[in-house]
C-alpha cells in the first residue's frame, strides 16, 4: 500500500505542515509579544513628578486615578491629549503632566526608548501650542529654556461657550 502513495501527495502533505508550523509559529509570535506588554504594564509605577516640572505647581496635585480609559476607535494623539487634559479641570498643567497622564491611559508605551519619549513630548508640545492658539487653552506662564509652558484650561459655561470675567 505505502508504494501507491504518490510523490506528489506526500510533497502536498509536508507543506500543509509547514503552513501549520508557519501559522503556530506566528500565533506564539503573538503570544510572547502580549505576555510581556502585560507584564510590563503589571511591574511599572507612574510617578509624573520630577525635577523637570516648575516649582510653582508642585503643591497642585492632579489626580490621575480619575481618568477615562479611551476607547479601542480610531484616534489620534490630539483626541488622546483633549481629553487628558479635559481631567486636569482648572489646574495648571505642562507637557510633563500630559505626558504621564497618557502614559497613565496607556497612550504612550511606557517602555518606549528616551528617543521616542523626546519625539512625544515634542509632539504633545506642539498639540498644546496649537490648543492655546486655538484659545482652547490659557497660558499663564510661558517657559523659557528648562522651564516648562504652564498651560491652564478655559473655563467655559453651561453651554460650552467660553465665560469671560470682564
Known amino acids: 500500500m505505502a508504494a501507491i502513495i504518490e510523490e506528489g501527495e506526500i510533497e502536498k502533505l509536508r507543506s500543509e505542515i509547514d503552513a501549520l508550523r508557519r501559522e503556530l509559529a506566528d500565533k506564539e509570535a503573538v503570544l510572547r509579544y502580549l505576555e510581556q506588554k502585560t507584564e510590563k504594564k503589571q511591574t511599572r509605577y507612574l510617578t509624573p513628578e520630577g525635577p523637570h516640572i516648575a516649582k510653582g505647581i508642585m503643591n497642585q496635585k492632579i489626580n490621575f486615578d480619575e481618568l477615562i480609559v479611551p476607547s479601542t476607535s480610531a484616534r489620534t494623539l490630539v483626541d488622546d491629549v483633549k481629553d ?54 490659557d497660558r499663564p506662564f510661558a517657559g523659557k529654556g528648562n522651564v516648562p509652558h504652564r498651560y491652564k484650561n478655559i473655563e467655559k459655561g453651561k453651554n460650552g461657550q467660553i465665560e469671560l470675567d470682564l
Do not use: P
Open 84 to 137: 487628558a487634559i479635559s481631567h486636569f479641570g482648572d489646574k495648571e498643567f505642562t507637557v510633563a503632566h500630559v505626558e504621564a497622564a497618557l502614559k497613565k491611559l496607556g497612550v504612550i508605551d511606557i517602555d518606549a526608548d528616551a528617543d521616542a519619549g523626546r519625539a512625544t513630548r515634542a509632539r504633545i508640545s506642539s498639540i498644546l501650542a496649537k490648543l492655546y492658539e486655538a484659545k482652547e487653552l
